[in-house]
């Protein structure tokens, strides 16, 4: 898990179901805010077991720290890297998570802001997602970009529509306003809907999104869907 507040970024890691099931429950304890939350649970189909494989990725580019994640397979991708983006605290075995680096590297030569980094992302993504499957979030925490090839859903949530949230996957109702102000706004990015009643909506097969101060800003189509889904099916 990385909980990010635009300028810096915090990542920790656990290993092991039992870890996993109390991550819940200690983030509420500790009543963490953040303008970017990225989760994820590692299934591990692919690489080691092992702390240092486990998303989310950390890296610092042109002075910003960004969080990187990925649901996905890319084979036997293996790009070659140049050192641009360094590792914040450990580094990854997962060097596939830095394919892009070297490509954005060669464009910006300062932070870009995301009416830049889209369109450029909109190129370089199909690349990689030309390997298999590659779901992803990538956030500096002043913007999450998110591209979907198989499966990715997401939903804006604005607390003077909506309060309360049930969960899919167990009998838990969340009351969203004992932690967000009237005025607050947010989207969540999940691999599928994760609450019943809100209206999720489901990124197309190459869809690439981006959301900022918690709406939706940008979008593009960076495939042909059909050939995207046949990619994936393979």
Not at 9 to 24: C, D, I, Y
Not at 121 to 126: G, N, Q, S, T
Not at 193 to 218: D, H, I, K, Y
Request: glycine share 6%; with cysteine; hydrophobic share 40%.
């Amino acid at each position: 898990m990385a909980f990010h507040d635009g300028e810096a970024a915090a990542s920790s890691s656990t290993k092991g179901a039992p870890a996993t099931r109390r991550w819940p429950t200690s983030c509420a304890a500790s009543r963490s805010r953040a303008r970017t939350v990225l989760a994820h649970v590692r299934k591990a189909t692919q690489g080691a077991i092992d702390l240092s494989n486990c998303h989310p990725f950390q890296r610092e580019w042109l002075g910003r720290h960004w969080l990187f994640c990925t649901n996905g397979d890319l084979g036997s991708f293996r790009p070659a890297l140049d050192g641009g983006a360094l590792p914040v605290a450990a580094p990854t075995a997962n060097g596939r998570s830095a394919g892009c680096w070297p490509n954005l590297r060669r464009r910006f030569a300062t932070a870009p802001d995301w009416p830049e980094l889209a369109p450029v992302l909109a190129e370089l993504v199909p690349q990689l997602a030309a390997h298999g499957v590659f779901n992803m979030i990538l956030s500096d925490g002043k913007a999450l970009y998110a591209h979907a090839s198989t499966n990715l859903s997401w939903v804006e949530r604005r607390q003077s529509s909506s309060h309360r949230a049930r969960l899919v996957d167990c009998d838990v109702e969340i009351d969203l306003s004992t932690a967000n102000g009237p005025s607050d706004r947010m989207v969540v990015v999940a691999t599928k809907p994760l609450t019943v009643g809100e209206s999720w909506r489901s990124f197309e097969p190459g869809e690439l999104r981006v959301f900022v101060a918690g709406q939706s800003v940008w979008h593009r189509q960076t495939a042909d869907t059909a050939k995207v889904a046949d990619l994936a099916a393979a």
